[in-house]
């Protein structure tokens, strides 16, 4: 999943940025509103974390930029403790949930989870297939009961893979989804890592459509 956040308190945005990395999305940051319009336009993104007072566009003409293009990638907004107008001006002008600051990164990474869950159309927060199970929230995957160990862009391929279960991802919306500005992957980087996934899944887990992309079909 790849993650925009548009903030403009360097400390907060340099903390949320390096959480979110951790937690295995590929993350883009923006520091005023300006710039955070121009990569939503141009780049394509399955979540987006908005301060709402940013310099240039604040906060809600971004979002109103957004729905008025028709993008439906869920946003959670940040708004100063105590803004209760914020909240519901945020949430009436399209944004999917909020969070007040001061921020905590535990909770903040729980409402994406949630947040991206349901952008997904499921209700179940762990995510199946055959006997192997992903935990999103512990970041943990089992095959027959038995643990996996996987590197972080491959748990975050093989959550990308199980979201889309039954349907063709193409190399790009794989790409987009693991790389964000500051990564340049590597022409071969995604073979490597589906390489890798098939020895520690089973070579016929995932498919190959030669040209195409990958799918993991239906069980
Ligand atoms: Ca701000």
């Keep these: 999943m790849r993650l925009l956040i548009a903030e403009d308190d360097p400390q907060l945005g340099d903390g949320l940025t390096v959480g979110l990395r951790q937690d295995g999305y590929a993350v883009d940051w923006v520091k005023d509103g300006v710039a955070a319009d121009l990569a939503l336009k141009t780049e394509t993104y399955d979540l987006l974390v908005l301060d709402l007072g940013l310099p240039r566009l604040d906060g809600m003409g971004v979002l109103a930029h957004l729905r008025e293009r028709g993008q439906a990638l869920p ?43 349901r952008a997904a159309g499921r209700a179940q927060p762990l995510l199946r297939h055959g006997d192997l199970v992903l935990d999103p ?78 799918t993991l079909p239906k069980p």
């Design 75 to 117: 946003v959670l907004i940040l708004t100063a403790r105590d803004a209760t107008g914020d909240k519901i001006a945020g949430l009436d002008a399209g944004a999917d949930d909020y969070l007040v600051k001061p921020v905590s990164l535990d909770e903040l990474a729980a409402r994406v989870r949630a947040l991206a869950r």
């Design 137 to 214: 929230a512990a970041r943990e995957v089992t095959l027959a009961g038995a643990p996996v160990e996987l590197s972080t862009r491959e748990f975050s391929l093989l959550q990308m893979l199980l979201e889309n279960a039954g349907r063709v991802m193409t190399r790009a919306q794989l790409e987009a989804s693991l790389y964000g500005w500051r990564d340049e992957p590597d022409s071969n980087a995604l073979e490597v890592h589906i390489h890798h996934l098939r020895k520690k899944l089973g070579a016929e887990r995932i498919k190959t459509l030669r040209g195409i992309g990958y």
